[in-house]
């Protein structure tokens, strides 16, 4: 399944985002939503005073 992001300004999108690898989820993770995009791997949330130095909400 192909996926898409609808933007307008690139250099917006690219202050707001993260280079990371991800997949849709499995059958069996019913923690998510059916096809969801989660990350692939390691991750862990932003902390605050990453989140408050983002363009994103908070």
Known sequence: MPLQI???DPSALRAR?????ARTTRPEETTYE????IPAGRWHPMNRSRRQGSHGPS
Not at 17 to 21: D, G, H, M, P, Y
Request: aromatic share 8%; glycine share 16%.
């Open 6 to 8: 609808a933007y307008g």
């Open 34 to 37: 059916p096809g969801a995009i």
């Open 17 to 21: 985002c993260e280079v990371a690898t």
